[in-house]
């Protein structure tokens, strides 16, 4: 019964099974799936701009050691575009980080990673790396 159910929904064009990596990589309009980290699923989100921000009230609000989630700042979180729900674990450059903070509005598009000093984060920079997105 439920193979009959799926060819009828193949047939119908109401459900996807791609025959490859590119025709998937196509379906989701250019993300990735994978595994990654024993056996997780996660997909790239591509090469975003990805700087390093600080704890400083010129950077943050008025309270910039409590991220937009609550929490306290830490070694490992990030600030996230909107559409990443607080609590993701994202992956740049081999090292995994918590989705717990925000960027201002005009910079949405980016990821931003915290670190203890204002040295740091301006060491880092702005770069272009890859996110992927882990489940």
Not at 45 to 61: E, M, N, P
Not at 100 to 123: G, H, M, T, V
């Amino acid at each position: 019964m439920k193979l009959a159910v799926l060819s009828l929904l193949l047939a119908l064009g109401l459900f996807y099974l791609p025959n490859s990596i590119k025709d998937a990589q196509e379906a989701s309009q250019g993300l990735i799936i994978r595994e990654i980290d024993k056996g997780f699923n996660s997909y790239s989100l591509g090469t975003r701009t990805i700087t390093g921000y600080s704890s400083t009230i010129d950077q943050c609000d008025s309270d910039p050691f409590i991220t937009a989630s609550g929490t306290e700042v830490r070694y490992g979180i990030a600030a996230c575009p909107r559409d990443i729900p607080f609590g993701t674990k994202i992956k740049i450059d081999g090292k995994t980080y918590i989705c717990e903070d925000r960027l201002n509005k005009k910079y949405d598009d980016r990821f931003d990673i915290w670190f203890p000093s204002r040295r740091e984060a301006l060491d880092y920079g702005l770069q272009q790396k890859e996110v992927i997105i882990i489940e």
